[in-house]
Nanobody, 127 residues
Framework: QVQLVESGGGSVQAGGSLRLSCKAS????????TYWFRQAAGKGREGVAA???????YYSDSVKGRFTISQDSAKNILYLQMNNLKAEDSAMYYC?????????????????????WGQGTQVTVSS
């Protein structure tokens, strides 16, 4: 059974950094594409980053150059390093497993595609 557990959220001031973690179990995350999504209060869930089985990374325009997705295959953990945080980055952040080795940008707008989600970790950025 696929399980995902996020951690690392918190409250920071604008310009600060956080590193989110997503511990995967029940499958080998590095064999597939894994996404990070976020959902701000009153808004829909949107994809912000993904990493595929070859380590290629994908980013939404809103976070490109500030966020970095990576994975530790030995620990089966994915990370989202978030730098130069802005108030508009405040949201609940989720990781989502896609049992497909390739990532697709269009899935950033298709949260309904994903069946396996973590519980989320809250990020709050104050300006």
């Amino acid at each position: 059974q696929v399980q995902l557990v996020e951690s690392g959220g918190g409250s920071v001031q604008a310009g600060g950094s956080l590193r989110l973690s997503c511990k995967a179990s029940g499958y080998t995350a590095s064999y597939y594409c894994t996404y990070w999504f976020r959902q701000a209060a009153g808004k829909g869930r949107e994809g912000v980053a993904a990493i595929d089985s070859d380590g290629r990374t994908y980013y939404s325009d809103s976070v490109k150059g500030r966020f970095t997705i990576s994975q530790d295959s030995a620990k089966n953990i994915l990370y989202l390093q978030m730098n130069n945080l802005k108030a508009e980055d405040s949201a609940m952040y989720y990781c989502a497993a896609d049992l497909d080795s390739l990532c697709y940008y269009y899935r950033f707008d298709r949260p309904e595609h994903f069946k396996n989600w973590g519980q989320g970790t809250q990020v709050t950025v104050s300006s």
